[in-house]
């Protein structure tokens, strides 16, 4: 999980870059770690989502 993670992030923030490079010729990093960021946040969010909740453990006690 956490190779496929870092190899994710560091494709949307090699994407970004390149694109504002060839663009607009002025990379914005800060914009850029931001929305890495945020893209790192939504997967481990979705990951943790994933894992089902144990509902038979609750009612047992």
Same mark, same amino acid.
């Not at 560091?10 to 931001?34: C, P, R, Y």
């Not at 946040?41 to 144990?54: S, T």
């Given at each position: 999980m956490f190779s496929e993670m870092i190899k994710m992030i560091f494709a949307i923030f090699l994407s970004a870059t390149v694109w504002q490079f060839i663009?607009?010729?002025d990379v914005m990093w800060?914009? $850029?770690?931001?929305?890495?960021l945020a893209a790192l946040f939504?997967?481990?969010l979705?990951?943790?989502?994933k894992v089902p909740y144990n509902w038979k453990?609750?009612? $047992?006690?």
């Amino acid at each position: 999980m956490f190779s496929e993670m870092i190899k994710m992030i560091f494709a949307i923030f090699l994407s970004a870059t390149v694109w504002q490079f060839i663009a607009h010729k002025d990379v914005m990093w800060i914009e $850029n770690m931001g929305i890495c960021l945020a893209a790192l946040f939504f997967y481990l969010l979705f990951e943790w989502a994933k894992v089902p909740y144990n509902w038979k453990k609750r009612k $047992n006690k």
